[in-house]
């Protein structure tokens, strides 16, 4: 069923479509357009974070399918069936590849939900559709990459041409299974470059989807492959091989610089990183609309759990306002997400990824009490909810920036308000992290909006408003959060290098 077709359904319709899904999961991995068993015959739980279940045995992919699924992209490659087909019929398959993500967003839907917990009617109303705008997109933008003449002297003539990488090795996070795959698959693909994909263990059943209906929609085999296992284990292997020309890497800071180090250990391939963030919204005192300043406060940290690397988690708001705000935060944002089972299309929140994750949230939470932070509402765990791993959302007021709880990417639903005095002191608190992603600006004064903007040391800069955006914009960070751009025609050049041909001509 299509998108439109599964808009309507209800809680009871979606047990149905899980249940009947969890009968089907294809468990292999997948290698030269086919489902192919791992080497070892190694195999890793999958769970449903939202009642500890277990959803699926996956196959486990070590270092040897890693080999296996790298030959199979680089022979792909080398032969030019996708590298060098023509652009308009590398369109047309990307453009079926988009048409057939459609058609299957039911079951994409409900493997995702089973996957990692987020709520139905976020997967049906936001990532399916922003994953098919993604692969468009890169699409439209094939014929739209160009090379150069440069003006030389009239006895030669130079070319600046753009190619293709070679294997890509795209390795994203559990927070967006789908969409943070189709972020690094779509621009891969579209430059004519072939894909190993190593999904996140925590969410490793959609990917093989994706790459199935590639191949469905005529895709060469070969070109996408697929290979499930640990970060450890397959991950490292991905990015050490001495056959892959770029890894794609969204996750934590820490994992970012290990993929550095094996590309250095290796064979200096690039490396595209987008990683963590500690994200500020800094809310002046003459800010135009209070109301919507703290419904995007409260939307830009609880909004999928606050699982978002962006995730606006530090509030600065000005001296003069903050009692004000606090009091409409409290008012409006302490039942806005409301935890529930995640394949109720009424539920907002569902659990985090694991029981792994919630003990460090709660424990994040915990150290905030202790370090002085005022608890304003949450940092609990909901009643009803305990086979799950769920936490409430969670409010801090007075906050200081040195705080465990303003320092450390939390990515849970925890808010924490910092007060400041002017727009100096906003900066300095700011930019005083390791972490340069994302933030917000909200004020009615353009001229100190653009002054601020300067002044931020982040990738994408919001003013009033929060995760705003369409395709055009890059995104990606400053500092520790990374150096990639994803989304945009950037993104989809940084999957090309460029290769100078200069001709010396003949004398006339």
């Known amino acids: ?84 087909l023509a652009p308009r019929d590398r369109m047309e398959i990307l453009y079926s590849f988009a048409r057939l993500i459609d058609e299957h967003a039911e ?3 409900v ?21 098919i705008e993604t692969i468009r997109f890169m699409a439209e933008g094939i014929d739209k990459i160009e090379g150069s003449v440069t003006n030389t002297d009239n006895d030669s003539l130079h070319l600046v041409i753009r190619e293709p990488l070679g294997v890509v090795g795209c390795i994203p996070p559990w927070n967006y299974p789908l969409l943070m795959a189709t972020w690094k698959i779509a621009p891969a693909l579209a430059a004519g470059n072939t894909v190993v994909l190593k999904p996140a263990e925590q969410s490793p059943m959609s990917g093989l989807r994706l790459a199935e209906l590639f191949i469905r929609a005529g895709g060469p ?38 993929i550095l180090q094996y590309a250095g250990q290796s064979n200096m391939k690039r490396v595209g990183l987008e990683c963590g963030g500690k994200s500020p919204q800094i809310f002046m005192a003459d800010l135009p609309d209070l109301e919507a300043a703290v419904a995007a406060a409260y939307n830009g940290v609880f909004a999928n759990m606050g699982e978002v690397c962006s995730a606006g988690s530090r509030l600065l708001v000005e001296r003069p306002i903050y009692d004000e705000f606090i009091e409409l935060f409290i008012a409006e944002g302490q039942h806005a997400y409301a935890p529930g089972d995640p394949l109720n299309p009424e539920t907002n929140m569902g659990p985090l990824v694991d029981r792994g994750s919630q003990q460090r949230v709660l424990g994040l ?33 007075q906050v200081d920036n040195n705080m465990t709880i303003a320092r450390q990417e939390i990515f849970g639903p925890v808010a924490s308000v910092i007060p400041f ?38 990738g994408v800069v919001w003013v009033n408003s929060y995760e705003d955006g369409d395709m055009t914009q890059p995104f990606g960070g400053y500092k520790q959060s990374g150096q990639a751009r994803d989304k945009c025609l950037e993104s989809l050049k940084s999957y090309t290098q460029s290769k100078s041909a200069w001709f010396r001509l003949t004398p006339e």
Not at 226 to 247: C, F, P, Q, S, Y
């Open 365 to 397: 939470i915990e150290c905030g009490k202790r370090e002085g932070a005022t608890l304003h509402f949450g940092g609990d765990k909901p009643r009803g909810l305990e086979a799950g791993a769920y936490v409430n959302p969670t409010l801090f007021g």
């Open 107 to 109: 079951e994409l839907a």
């Open 421 to 458: 005095d002017g727009a100096v002191e906003a900066i300095s608190i700011a930019n005083d992290t390791i972490y340069g992603l994302a933030a917000g600006i909200w004020t009615r004064d353009i001229n100190q909006a653009l002054r601020m903007v300067k002044n931020i040391e982040a």
């Open 221 to 258: 085999p070969g070109v996408f492959n697929v290979v499930n296992g640990m970060g450890e284990t397959a991950g490292r292997a991905l990015a050490l091989h001495n056959d892959v020309a770029k890894i794609s890497f969204t996750g934590s800071t820490e994992v970012g610089k290990l």
């Open 1 to 84: 069923m299509n998108l439109e077709q599964i808009e309507s359904h209800d809680f009871q319709q979606w047990n149905a479509v899980a249940d009947q899904a969890k009968t089907q999961i294809e468990t292999r991995l997948f290698i030269n357009g086919d489902y192919v068993d791992a080497v070892a015959g190694g195999r890793f739980s999958t769970i449903n974070p939202a009642n500890g279940e277990v959803v699926a045995e996956m196959s486990e992919g070590m270092p040897e399918d890693i080999d296996r699924a790298v030959a199979s992209a680089r022979a792909a490659f080398k032969s030019g069936c996708w590298s060098r």
């Open 111 to 131: 493997l995702e939900t089973l996957d990692m917990g987020k709520p139905i009617a976020d997967v049906v109303a936001q990532d399916i559709p922003a994953c």
